[in-house]
């Protein structure tokens, strides 16, 4: 049970009630007393509950001062610790603000701070970008002097290629990139020397071409991507291979033309054949060094060339078939010809005659007319079929290398033929083969 200053408050809260129970119990027996003992002995009884009581009440009236002095203490208490608190949260309050005051003033800073040292990245930046640019341009100038060493020169261009533009027109490397030697802007002298390299690698490109230097060929071709003049390269090396699958489509076609072979054999269908499988092979070897040197993607521009070139030596190869199977006079025939065995199977049939007729009798003669005149009508089938058995190679030949070309272009092959021609349509860009004869 608490106690308050020496005092038990539970006697406190007893005293304070009367004991109802005990006081109706009494009064109840003294009113069912039926002798002077039962009412006495109810009497002190009494005496005593009172006597009780009035010590309770004596007591609580003796602590009541120390009860006042312990309250007296709690009000000091509570408002000591009230104002403390109210010292606490002050003293909290200012504490903070400076905290937040400081923290503000640290976050400003290290924003001006972060901006600074960016201000001063992209400065040295900018700095190292017109350093490598001045490198550059004096080593396109020094390799394109007595040097001549093109392939550093090249390989300095297009170590230039990769400066920002803003970088390479800005008035800063105007001001510090030019020199005494080299006293233009730099766009403009990169821009002169890419041009007199284009001019020099196209003049060495086709030199080499006629000489049939494969090497120094491929040398200047790897040269004009470094440059910025990738179609031009593309252009020169696509007339190359070109003018080489002409010689050879010539040279095998002269080989047989007037000869036995072009009349025997499948001649004309195997000379198509060769030139499908050099264009296949140039494709196949020469696309690797194409796509390692130019990027992905622009071989489709030597291979449009190459099928502009095979529609034209494919063509000339058609059309001296047809001339030297005579195929309009063959279609001629066939269009002419007027079935004169299935004419005569619907006509009755003539009278029987008896008998052998005599030499130079006009029966005979009639007979021996109209079997050179059906012989003279008649259309050689055996020819026939073989012209249809060398197309038919022809057709064969020309669908796999549709195929093919399908393949390495990456492309899905549409299957719209016009007269025998096949469209392969690639990203947009078609390559429409136009092989056939009248170029159909």
């Not at 304070?16 to 006081?23: C, D, E, H, I, L």
């Amino acid at each position: 049970m608490p106690q308050l200053n020496g005092i038990n408050t539970g006697d406190v809260g007893r005293s304070s009630q009367p004991v109802a129970g005990s006081t109706q119990a009494i009064r109840l027996r003294m009113d069912g007393a039926v002798s002077i003992a039962e009412i006495l002995d109810s009497m002190a009884q009494l005496s005593q509950q009172e006597a009780d009581v009035t010590a309770r009440l004596d007591a609580l009236i003796a602590s009541q001062n120390a009860l006042k002095h312990d309250l007296s203490r709690l009000d000091i208490l509570r408002a000591n610790l009230g104002s403390q608190a109210a010292s606490t949260r002050s003293i909290g309050n200012a504490m903070l603000s400076q905290a937040a005051t400081t923290a503000k003033r640290l976050s400003a800073a290290v924003s001006q701070l972060d901006l600074e040292q960016a201000r001063v990245k992209d400065t040295l930046d900018v700095v190292e970008q017109v350093a490598e640019l001045k490198t550059c341009v004096l080593g396109v100038t020094g390799s394109m002097g007595a040097a001549q060493d093109w392939e550093a020169a090249a390989s300095y261009l297009h170590r230039a290629s990769k400066i920002p533009s803003y970088i390479l027109n800005g008035s800063f490397a105007e001001e510090i990139v030019p020199t005494a030697e080299v006293p233009d802007p730099p766009n403009v002298t990169l821009a002169q020397a890419a041009e007199s390299l284009r001019g020099l690698f196209l003049r060495e490109f086709e030199q080499a071409a006629k000489e049939g230097n494969g090497s120094r060929v491929t040398r200047f071709f790897k040269l004009f991507p470094l440059i910025g003049k990738a179609d031009v390269g593309l252009d020169a090396y696509g007339r190359y291979v070109c003018q080489g699958v002409a010689d050879r489509a010539r040279s095998n076609l002269n080989a047989g033309t007037g000869g036995l072979q072009s009349t025997e054999g499948f001649f004309y269908a195997n000379a198509l054949t060769k030139l499908f499988e050099h264009i296949a092979q140039i494709v196949e070897h020469h696309g690797g060094l194409v796509v390692l040197h130019y990027g992905e993607g622009r071989m489709l521009r030597i291979l449009e060339r190459l099928q502009m070139e095979a529609d034209v030596q494919g063509g000339i190869i058609i059309d001296t078939w047809s001339d030297e199977r005579s195929l309009d006079r063959r279609l001629t025939d066939i269009k002419s010809y007027a079935f004169t065995f299935l004419v005569q199977s619907f006509l009755p049939a003539p009278p029987t005659r008896t008998g052998t007729p005599r030499a130079g009798s006009p029966m005979r003669k009639g007979v021996t007319e109209e079997t050179k005149a059906n012989r003279e009508d008649s259309v050689d089938t055996k020819g026939v079929d073989v012209l249809l058995s060398e197309m038919t190679v022809m057709v064969a030949r020309w669908s796999l290398y549709c195929r093919f070309m399908a393949l390495k272009s990456k492309v899905r092959l549409w299957p719209a033929v016009k007269e025998a021609a096949t469209d392969l349509s690639i990203k947009g860009t078609a390559i429409k083969p136009k092989l056939g004869r009248g170029g159909t």
